[in-house]
């Protein structure tokens, strides 16, 4: 037999398919793997994996990488933890065919990104001119990990319609603009997305100057819209991947429609809805999600799937700046304020804080946030004081309302002032019955989104981290679910372990499962003087290989990651 470039000795190794791990070397030559059986000889270079689990790469099915991958195509965040392939194009958000101003006003303020930074990255970087020179593009970068995409449906509104109209209620695109739309999702296709993203969810706005206070263009969309290009996606066996409007149960009723076979006779629409998550606002949210799920897929004959992400939903905040304010009328009016000096002239008036209060006081009705000042830690402020104690703390020591004392300090503070709460996935015995679920898939990580709100870049790794320290369902079990299980769902050419394949492999160190995964931790943004949260647990990832090169190691990324190392590339789905 032919000399290795790479043999992985000795450890644990699961194939992804949910099959039992076995102890074995795991060979790999020219970017592939040639043989897993033990005792090969060495190779160029040789991991000793004793003690530790050998895995197919994990795979992240809900980033928003778009900006991120033109300018840092290392995605490094990613693979120090074991991801060897993300999906971006999200939340009917991608860069293909609209304009530069148009991406940063969609990205910027839903996904709390930089306007200046996704508006510099598409402008600097576009080459392409339609999907398959678009991904010809992403393909030709010196890629850290292999990514795929969706197509998204606000940026072909834009493209078709233009901004002003595309995020005008009263609007509707007329048929040739609807045959135009259909025409780029085929493209698209063609190129290899993985399908259409969309969104319903009425509290993601606009950024910039021009329509600051509108919705994302795919929810002024009408269900016949949603319609024509879902009988593209159903044609062509692709995903439909959408943010439902959680309010409103008529609309989840038309997503499981959309996605029923059996009963119309017709071939399922693969959905992917956010999110399965156990809600302190409402503790029965997630068992009936799980539930009509399972009657959808079961009496329907959908193909229907719940993302989940498998840890607790921990969120910062600095002042008010976080998304869950979107989803009540003062929040929102407040967040259309950018201007500082503005802002706490709102912030300050007494009227205005009636209504933050009463909306505050609301216990009753769909939402997101539980709205309990007693349940948010301070973290960081000027006034030391205040730190480690909850906004009732402050109201209490100054004979005030718990909203009033969040706003005195973010009138006196800003964006100083920075908090913390915990607004789903607090009970382990739910989140364990959840991620056993068919029902649901592992996902909902926002990788390269919400810089300084939250961090589950290593979701996954976390998750094996809480199999392993559970035991609630066979490690075997859970590697597949975060591996083949999403690859041939999704229809990638990824999560598996076999002879032939291609070289993307995860070395887990359970040694290194210390508890550190969720602990705070901010570094660089790349390319910027931005700063974001990110998770850093070294120790658990002794090396993650993508395309037969060896990218990272217990904390060390190689020479050119990043940069002049070409290890990534550009999945297509089939």
Known sequence: ??????????????????????????????GTIVAIEPNLPDGRR?????????????????????????TSPGLGESARHGVTAVVFGNCSLSTVFAEAED??????????????????????????????????AIRSKPLGINVAAFIGHSDIRVAVMGLGRAVHADVRPSASELDRMAAMLEQALDAGFVGLSTIRSSFSKLEGKRFPTRQLPSTYATWAEYRRLNTVLRTRNRVHQSTPNLTSRVEMVRYFAQSAGRLFRRRPLKTSLLSAADIKADRTVARAAVGAAWAANRLGGA???????????????????????????SGSAALNIREVLARNELLADEQYRRSFRKDLSKRFGPRVWHRDLADAEI??????????????????????????????????????????TTIANDRDDVLDWLQTSPMVQI?????????RNMAFYNANLRLLERVHARGFMPLEQAVHRVTAELADWYGLDAGRLAVGKRADLAVIDPA??????????????????????????????????????????????????????????FLTAS
């Open 46 to 70: 040789t991991i000793d994996a004793t003690g530790t689990w050998v895995i197919p790469g994990m795979i992240d099915v809900h980033t928003h990488y778009d900006a991120e991958v033109l």
């Open 379 to 420: 973290v960081g402020c000027p006034d030391a004081a205040v730190v480690g104690k909850s906004f009732a703390d402050i109201a209490a020591e100054r004979g005030i309302t718990a909203p009033d004392a969040l706003l005195d300090l973010t009138v006196e503070h800003g964006d100083k002032l920075r908090w913390r």
């Open 303 to 329: 193909n229907l799937r719940w993302q989940h992400l498998p840890v607790p939903f921990e969120v910062y905040a600095d002042g008010i700046d976080l998304v869950i304010f979107e989803e009540f009328g």
């Open 103 to 136: 991406c940063a006003d969609m990205f910027a303020r839903v996904e709390a990104l930089p306007w200046d930074v996704v508006n510099d990255a598409v402008k600097e970087h576009r080459t392409w001119t339609d999907p398959r020179s678009y991904a010809e």
């Open 512 to 569: 290194g499962f210390d508890g550190s995964s969720g602990r705070y931790a901010e570094s660089r943004f790349p390319g910027t003087g931005v700063h974001r949260m990110v998770n850093r647990n070294d120790a658990a990832v002794a090396a993650t290989m993508v395309g037969g090169h060896i990218v990272y190691e217990y904390g060390e990324f190689a020479p050119g990651f990043g940069s002049t190392l070409h290890a990534g590339t």
């Open 443 to 451: 996902g909902f990580a926002d990788s390269g989104a919400h810089l």
């Open 1 to 30: 037999m032919a000399g290795f470039d790479v043999v992985v000795r000795g450890g644990s190794v699961y194939d992804g398919t949910g099959a039992a791990p076995v102890s074995s070397d795991v060979g790999v030559r020219d």
